[in-house]
């Protein structure tokens, strides 16, 4: 089992990854986009994203949800390509549990750190730069 092998099992599950990262966001990028195109003011936009973020006005229930999602959304994914790579039964994935956790731990880590990067830099610098009051929500402060 080589480095390389993990590489190009990564590089292939990227959309699942980068899909989970941005499912997973789907708390804050509303704000933003509503904001950016001029569909939603400042103030109500806040409003949404602290009722998603934060689970304020009865909307607990979100962002727990769109963390399962997202996790089903990896683990689907990671599914998906090692039965088209040929690992279809027990037998097989048992021959091969090495690749599968190894990949599967990496693919989780960088989902994670996709969603982070993209949600707490990206999202909360473009909220800020749109006037959303987010400045306490930057990793740097």
Same mark, same amino acid.
């Given at each position: 089992?080589?480095?390389?092998?993990?590489?190009?099992?990564?590089?292939?599950?990227?959309?699942?990854? $980068? $899909?989970?990262?941005?499912?997973? &966001?789907?708390?804050?990028?509303?704000?933003?986009?509503? /904001?950016?195109?001029?569909? !939603? &003011? /400042?103030?109500?936009?806040?409003?949404?994203?602290?009722?998603?973020?934060?689970?304020?006005?009865?909307? $607990? =229930?979100?962002?727990?949800?769109?963390?399962?999602? &997202?996790?089903?959304?990896?683990?689907?994914?990671?599914?998906?390509?090692?039965?088209?790579?040929?690992?279809?039964?027990?037998?097989?994935?048992?021959?091969?549990?090495?690749?599968?956790?190894?990949?599967? /731990?990496? !693919? @989780?880590? @960088?989902? /994670?750190?996709?969603?982070?990067?993209?949600?707490?830099?990206?999202?909360?610098?473009?909220?800020?730069? @749109?006037?959303?009051? =987010?400045? &306490?929500?930057?990793?740097?402060?």
């Amino acid at each position: 089992m080589s480095e390389s092998s993990i590489s190009n099992d990564v590089k292939s599950l990227w959309k699942w990854i $980068g $899909g989970s990262a941005f499912l997973a &966001s789907m708390c804050c990028f509303p704000s933003v986009v509503l /904001v950016l195109f001029g569909f !939603a &003011s /400042v103030s109500s936009a806040a409003a949404l994203s602290n009722d998603l973020y934060w689970g304020t006005n009865g909307m $607990g =229930w979100f962002r727990p949800v769109l963390t399962l999602l &997202s996790f089903i959304l990896v683990v689907s994914g990671l599914v998906l390509y090692f039965r088209k790579d040929g690992i279809c039964t027990i037998d097989e994935a048992r021959r091969q549990r090495k690749r599968i956790l190894n990949t599967s /731990v990496v !693919a @989780l880590t @960088l989902a /994670v750190l996709t969603y982070m990067l993209f949600n707490f830099v990206i999202l909360t610098e473009l909220g800020v730069a @749109l006037d959303l009051p =987010w400045e &306490s929500s930057r990793l740097w402060n």
